[in-house]
């Protein structure tokens, strides 16, 4: 079998987690292939809710081998937890079952540091991070100074590693940020033990992966961030430091294109985005604060409320674009329950010039002259959390989706009608 694709259509928290969670029984391998843990990817399931910052979505299928992947960047102290709170709910994260890929780059507390010393010194032009140490860690990546997970191997020589870079950005800290070392001996200690925890876990990620194909078995990839955060596709510099779109699997995973079958969009019914950065069809008013609350919109790493707006078609039909989408999965189609009428972007207009494509490629201060063009559509007042069936939907529901469909050229086979892995509306 081929591989799958997972990519957020959008900026990100589309339900990614769900999805993976719901396609993982078809698989044998699950893999994140990019970012780190500034994503959160939820899953609600067997009366649990996952969290999800670092280990693959699918963790709870016992028979799915769940691999972080060379393209991601690992905060060890994070996984190490999530492994622990994992295995208190009784799921196995053995290394037979959790796998890191040795050519994963690792995160330092002095990337966390450099992180929160460069957002805070942007002053208003602040990019709105996690501040996790994301992209200054892709950054030595790019620099060929950073450390690959597989040093974990020799815990004594990683250690020696870790306190070298630690120094090396303690200079920068002190002397471009004015702020005080961070302790390298203690930081060495701390990663010594991580490497010790986590040194059987190591695996060629790129060779587990041919396995899996070369033996006709499915790879499953889960994407981290949304389209629009891409470090090349997205909304620069308002972005995250890798590659979210499906071509990142591709290099985050170590494989080439003929072996991917599908490409999945995940895309809410309506559109959010966290921190800074231009969002046209954002919702400034009441009906924007009832999407957040009803939708529970605030992150899962952060905390932070999101922002949150009415559906892009344009946004949509430019992640079917750089992605290669052969589908997309809708959901929250039950947050805009009660809300009459629905709008929908369908264009953008500037001095009587329209597109029906996501200006991303004129730049940010360019689009924010581009003026969203709406179609209204008519909303419902029944409770879709028990759909199972397109019938079960109501007839303005299914107009809603069949819309998005027609417009995007992409067909949807998946509508997700509430948070509960079951609230699931498969269209194949």
Known sequence: MPAIVVVGA???????????????PQAHVVARYNGGDNAGHTVVAEGHTLRLHLVPSAVLHPQVVCLIGGGVVVNPERLVEELDELAGLGVDVGPDRIKLAANAHIILPTHRALDGAREASRGK????TTRRGIGP????????????????????GFAEQV???????????????GLEPLAAEEIAARYHEYA??????????SALVAETLEAGKTLLCEGAQGTLLDIDHGTYPFVTSSSTVAGGALTGLGFGPREVARVIGVAKAYTTRVGAGPFPTELLDEIGQRIREVGGEYGTTTGRPRRCGWLDLTILRYAAQVNGLTELALTKLDVLTGIDPLRVAVAYEREGERTDRFPAEFGIEALARWQPVYE?????TEDIGHARRWEDLPPQAQDYVAF??????VPITLVGVGPDREQSVWLT
């Open 10 to 24: 959008q900026w990100g928290d589309e339900g990614k987690g769900r999805v993976v969670d719901g396609l993982a």
């Open 125 to 128: 032009q602040a990019l709105g």
């Open 137 to 156: 860690t892709y950054a030595d990546k790019a620099a060929r100074v950073g450390l690959r997970a597989g040093m974990m191997a020799d815990p004594e």
């Open 163 to 177: 306190r070298t870079l630690v120094e090396t950005h303690n200079r920068l800290l002190q002397n471009h940020f």
């Open 196 to 205: 010790r925890r986590l040194k059987d876990h190591l695996v060629d990620g």
């Open 376 to 380: 209204e559509l008519p909303g419902w």
């Open 404 to 409: 998005v469909e027609e417009a995007v050229g």
